[in-house]
């Protein structure tokens, strides 16, 4: 088959949305192009092996950014997945929805029906939440996203945390939160003891369909337009040129660097990016890899007076009774995230809305000075992080193509710390993390002074600092946003692409603005509530 219904560029946390629910009825034919591999393999399903897959280039991207001024000229290691699942194939299985303030800011950017009220029941369509051991496995061809309470197999220290957040009178739950403001523990998307990524929650269960088609390994080149109707994919399949046409829709779903790329090698972004290129254009239209968004974090390391997952990680024995523990039941830490205690908090208490991610996790590894993060081979003392991410960030970047070759990277331009905002939260949420450290509760945890020593540092070396050892919490978005304004926006409220028929974007780079907290979560519900539209627009077309 050359001709479909439904072309998805893209099986990543949205794609295997729209793969699984475009083929439910068996009325559509819809063919699914994956640039990577399957995602059946050891360290992708064992949740620990995002340390791995992190490095891996068969699973991933493995993009850079380019130099940035606000940090001090550092060019930053910038992970995607390549693989059915996308990054939610290879992230650290943070479940978290945000804030309804995030969606009722969609829906006011001129985005009707994506407030909170109204997203809220598509998370809930879709979110199967139990404790870990409890889970139901789902029956034969049901797909469901499992969300993880896996607070009981969480590490000792947690009990501290939960202490230091009451000492610091944040408001704060020993059992995971799904939004708003609140630490606790993390919610993750395991099952069984075993990743559930967007691939295994969705597309597998829907893969013995007739009418669902799905090639991994291919390289799309571009979308073919015509009369300014998207027509076709061409691509790269096993190094010869095919093209697949779309009676129907194409529908991008490559993520918030690889869908304004694909936009801009098919001619549909800014003209002089385009005509730099090389390549003729389509549609000038300069939003298209602007306004990017993403969070930027930045770890604290305390040495411990008590083990932690450095004791069990960072050593031959304790690696091998974590690996024979999980090999044997699917439990240990092999079978959780190191992210397990966090959430939305407030730096100062006059503001009205929570402005900090926290990350407070019973682990260390300065992997920061050497370029690469190792999760098993964690700092050789004892050690836990207390980590911080601005929710809203001010600063704006932006992806371009740099030549008219899509197998070259784009240019990923975050402009971290541009906006004077940014710097300013820095200094506020560190002095946070700064009270955070004189609770009894963590006094009571340390066996030497931190590493990072925020009480006798002024606020230009608390940046400066910051600058030299932040990273990204790979959250990019906003490169292809949503709004009612061609001259803002790239798609209109049902993610159609202005000025582009029989073509929309369906994922994280849609959102008008990014999320408080992970975006993994958001972007399933994005997926789930394009699949709805683009149905009821089939419906109203027959």
């Known amino acids: 088959m050359l001709d479909f219904d439904y072309i998805i560029i893209g099986a990543g946390s949205a794609g295997c949305v729209l793969a699984d629910k475009l083929s439910e009825s068996g009325k559509y034919s819809v063919l699914v192009l994956e640039s990577g591999p399957s995602d059946r393999r050891f360290w992708v399903r064992v949740p620990i092996g995002y340390g791995i897959s992190y490095h891996d280039k068969r699973v991933n991207w493995k993009f850079e950014c380019e130099p940035t001024p606000g940090l001090n000229d550092r060019r930053m290691y910038y992970p ?26 969609w829906a006011a950017a001129g985005n009707p029906g ?112 015509e009369n300014r109707r998207a027509t076709h994919v061409e691509c790269l399949q096993n190094g010869e040129n095919q093209t697949f046409r779309a009676r129907r829709e194409i529908l991008l779903t490559a993520g918030a660097v690889n869908s304004p790329q694909l936009l801009q090698l098919s001619g549909v972004g800014p003209l002089q990016v385009i005509r730099g290129a090389g390549l003729p254009v389509v549609l000038d239209q300069p939003n298209v890899g602007s306004h990017m968004e993403d969070h930027l974090g930045v770890n604290y390391i305390y040495k411990a007076n008590r083990p932690t997952l450095n004791d069990v990680l960072g050593r031959w024995s304790g690696r091998i009774l974590a690996g024979a523990e999980y090999l044997l039941r699917r439990t240990g830490p092999l079978s959780l995230s190191v992210n397990q205690f966090g ?71 975050p402009n971290y710390l541009s906006a004077q905002q940014d710097i300013d939260d820095v200094i506020r949420m560190a002095r946070l993390i700064q009270r955070m450290q004189q609770t009894p509760a963590i006094q009571g945890l340390l066996a030497g002074p931190p590493l990072t020593p925020l009480d006798s540092m002024s606020d230009d070396e608390i940046v400066e600092d910051f600058r030299n050892r932040c990273g990204t919490v790979f959250h990019p978005c906003c ?55 683009i149905l009821e627009d089939a419906t109203a077309t027959l």
């Not at 995971?176 to 993390?186: F, I, K, T």
């Not at 809305?353 to 190792?374: C, H, I, M």
């Not at 601005?390 to 193509?401: D, E, H, Y």
């Not at 929309?504 to 997926?527: E, G, K, L, Q």
Request: glycine content about 6%.
């Open 80 to 105: 995607r997945g390549k693989v059915l699942g996308g990054s939610s194939s290879i992230n650290a299985l943070v479940y978290h929805r945000g804030l309804a303030r995030d969606y009722d800011d």
């Open 114 to 225: 994506w407030d909170y009220q109204s997203v809220e029941p598509v998370f809930n369509s879709f979110e199967y939440r139990a404790k870990v051991g409890d889970e139901e496995l789902p029956r034969a061809g049901e797909t469901r996203l499992s969300v993880t309470d896996a607070t009981k197999s969480n590490h000792p220290l947690q009990s501290k945390f939960v202490e230091m957040c009451q000492q610091m009178q944040m408001p704060t739950s020993a059992s995971p939160s799904l939004e708003g403001h609140c630490a606790a523990p993390y919610y993750i998307t395991t099952r069984a003891g075993m990743r559930c990524s967007s691939a295994v929650a969705f597309l597998h269960p829907a893969r013995n369909r007739a009418n669902l088609h799905v090639l991994t390994g291919i390289s799309v080149r571009r979308i073919g337009i």
């Open 343 to 413: 959430g939305l908090v407030k730096s100062a208490p006059h503001l009205a809305e929570p402005d900090t991610q926290l990350y407070v996790n019973p682990l260390s590894y300065q992997s920061f000075y050497k370029g690469r993060r190792a999760l098993t081979k964690p700092d050789k003392f004892s050690g836990f992080i207390l980590s911080f991410n601005s929710c809203r960030p001010a600063s704006r970047g932006k992806v371009s193509i740099r030549s008219g070759n899509p197998d070259d990277a784009p240019m990923i331009m």
């Open 479 to 533: 490169t292809c946003r949503m709004g009612p304004d061609p001259k803002t926006s790239v798609v209109d409220g049902r993610l159609r692409v202005h000025g582009i028929d029989a073509l929309r974007v369906c994922d994280a780079s849609v959102f008008p603005n990014i999320t408080s907290a992970n975006t993994n979560a958001p972007t399933i519900m994005v997926a789930h509530k394009a699949a709805q539209m």
